[in-house]
Nanobody, 115 residues
Framework: QVQLVESGGGLVQPGGSLRLSCTASGSPASIVAMGWYRQPPGKERVLVATINNSDQTSYADSVKGRFTISRDNAKNTAILQMDSLKPEDTAVYYC?????????WGQGTQVTVSS
């Protein structure tokens, strides 16, 4: 099985940047894709970004051009670089990994964008 530990996030002003990290353990070689969902307060959880084992990426329209997802050479860590942050980016961000035909989840990290 796969376990995920994510870090980063915090409080940042509009226009600022944050970098989230998600590290997999247990059986990282089995991971097909990794990415992040986010859940704003009082709203549903939505997909933000994903990257597969061919390093193909996809993004929600709301973050295209501002967020960049990447993986290290071993593909056991995913990075979400978030630039030009807006107040509407405020949410709990949940890392995920797809392996063994199942989704695994990180513990979540709070991102708050406010003046």
């Amino acid at each position: 099985q796969v376990q995920l530990v994510e870090s980063g996030g915090g409080l940042v002003q509009p226009g600022g940047s944050l970098r989230l990290s998600c590290t997999a353990s247990g059986s990282p070689a089995s991971i097909v894709a990794m990415g992040w969902y986010r859940q704003p307060p009082g709203k549903e959880r939505v997909l933000v970004a994903t990257i597969n084992n061919s390093d193909q990426t996809s993004y929600a329209d709301s973050v295209k051009g501002r967020f960049t997802i990447s993986r290290d050479n071993a593909k056991n860590t995913a990075i979400l670089q978030m630039d030009s942050l807006k107040p509407e980016d405020t949410a709990v961000y949940y890392c995920y990994a797809y392996a063994y035909l199942r989704l695994s989840w990180g513990q979540g990290t709070q991102v708050t964008v406010s003046s």
